[in-house]
C-alpha cells in the first residue's frame, strides 16, 4: 500500500513537473501572423491605365471642333436651384424642385437629337439602374437636362418614355425629369458644374462629353462618374455618399469608411488609412479574446493543481 502511494505521488509530482506554455507565446505569434496578413492587404496592386489616362498622354492636337469641350470637375460647387426649366409634361419649375434634402439626385447633360453619344450613355446609366436593388424615385432622383435650347417638352416626353421602357419599372416615372430651357439657364447650369460643350452650325450637333454628376440633397456636387458604362456597385456607394448617409444601409456606410473612389480606376478601391482603424479594432478585440482564453486555462491549471491532496 505504502509502495501504491509513494508511486502515486511521484506520479503527482512528475505532471506537475510539466512545461506551461504562456500566453505570450501564442500571442506573439498571432499578433506576427496578423501584421503579416494585414501588410499584404494594404500592398498597392498595378493598376491598368486607364482609357482618360491612355487619351491624355496622346500627342496628337484635338480637332478644332473639340477645344474648349470637356468636363472640369467641380466639387462641392452649388447649383442654381432658382434656374426656370419646363419638365417634360410642359410644367414650368425649378431646379430646386427636385432636391427635397433627403435623397441625391444623378444630373446627366444630354440631349434628344444627339447621334450617338448621349442614347449610349443613358442605356449604360439604365443598365446599371436596373442592376440596382434600389428604385428611381425612392432612394434617389434623375434629372437629365437638355443641352438643345431649341428641344421641346413633347420631344423630351417620347425621350423619357422611351428610356422609362427599357428601365422597366413603371413606378419610377415620377423619379426621372426630363427638362428643357433657355439657352442662358442651360448655360448657367452646365458652367455651375463645369460641363463645356459647344455647338457645331455645320452639322448641326452639339459637342460633349460624357458624365453622370452626382449631387447631394441640397444641391452640391458630390461626385463625378465619367464614361458612358457605370459599375452598379460604383453607382450606389457614390449614391449613398452624395446622400450624406440620408440614404444606404449600415453595410454602406462602413464599407466607405474602408473604401474610397479611386479616380484612375473609376471605383472604389481600399482606402488604407479607414482599413488600418477597422483592423486596429479587430485587433484589439481579437488580442482580447485570446488573453481571456489562456487566462482562463492558465486559472484553471492553477485551481486544478492547488485542489489536489497532497501526498
Given amino acids: 500500500m505504502r509502495g501504491d502511494r509513494g508511486e502515486r505521488g511521484e506520479g503527482r509530482g512528475k505532471r506537475e513537473e510539466r512545461p506551461v506554455q504562456r500566453p505570450s507565446f501564442f500571442v506573439h505569434r498571432f499578433f506576427v501572423y496578423f501584421l503579416f496578413f494585414l501588410t499584404c492587404l494594404l500592398s498597392p496592386l498595378p493598376s491598368p491605365l486607364s482609357p482618360l489616362t491612355a487619351l491624355a498622354q496622346r500627342k496628337e492636337p484635338l480637332p478644332p471642333e473639340l477645344s474648349g469641350v470637356g468636363i472640369t470637375e467641380l466639387p462641392g460647387a452649388r447649383l442654381p436651384l432658382e434656374l426656370p426649366f419646363v419638365d417634360s409634361d410642359g410644367s414650368k419649375t425649378t431646379l430646386g424642385q ?38 428611381l424615385g425612392q432612394q434617389f432622383q434623375v434629372v437629365t437636362m437638355s443641352i438643345d ?100 444601409s ?32 479587430l485587433t484589439v478585440l481579437v488580442l482580447g479574446g485570446v488573453l481571456a482564453f489562456f487566462w482562463i486555462c492558465e486559472g484553471r491549471q492553477k485551481t486544478t493543481g492547488s485542489g489536489e491532496p497532497s501526498p
Avoid at 123 to 135: F, I, K, S, T, Y
Avoid at 213 to 223: A, E, F, N, Y
Avoid at 251 to 280: N, T, W
Wanted: glycine residues 10%; aromatic residues 12%.
Fill in 250 to 281: 449600415t453595410l454602406d456606410q462602413f464599407f466607405l469608411s474602408c473604401f474610397h473612389y479611386d479616380e484612375k480606376a473609376g471605383r472604389y478601391g481600399p482606402f488604407a488609412l479607414g482599413i488600418m482603424r477597422v483592423g486596429g479594432g
Fill in 149 to 248: 435650347p431649341l428641344e421641346t417638352p413633347a420631344r423630351a416626353a417620347l425621350t423619357k418614355e422611351k428610356y422609362l421602357k427599357l428601365y422597366n419599372r413603371p413606378q419610377s416615372a415620377a423619379g426621372w425629369h426630363f427638362l428643357t430651357g433657355r439657352e442662358e439657364n442651360i448655360k448657367k447650369l452646365a458652367a455651375a458644374v463645369g460641363f463645356r460643350y459647344k455647338y457645331i452650325p455645320a452639322s448641326r450637333q452639339f459637342v460633349h462629353a460624357a458624365a453622370l454628376i452626382l449631387c447631394t440633397p441640397d444641391g452640391r456636387v458630390s461626385r463625378y462618374l465619367g464614361g458612358v458604362l457605370y459599375n452598379p456597385q460604383t453607382l450606389r456607394l457614390s449614391l449613398v455618399e452624395a446622400s450624406q448617409g440620408k440614404v444606404g
Fill in 98 to 135: 427636385f432636391f427635397d434634402g433627403l435623397h441625391p439626385v444623378i444630373l446627366t447633360l444630354n440631349y434628344s437629337d444627339c447621334p450617338m453619344l448621349c442614347s449610349v450613355q443613358i442605356n449604360g446609366l439604365v443598365e446599371a439602374l436596373r442592376a440596382m436593388p434600389w428604385n
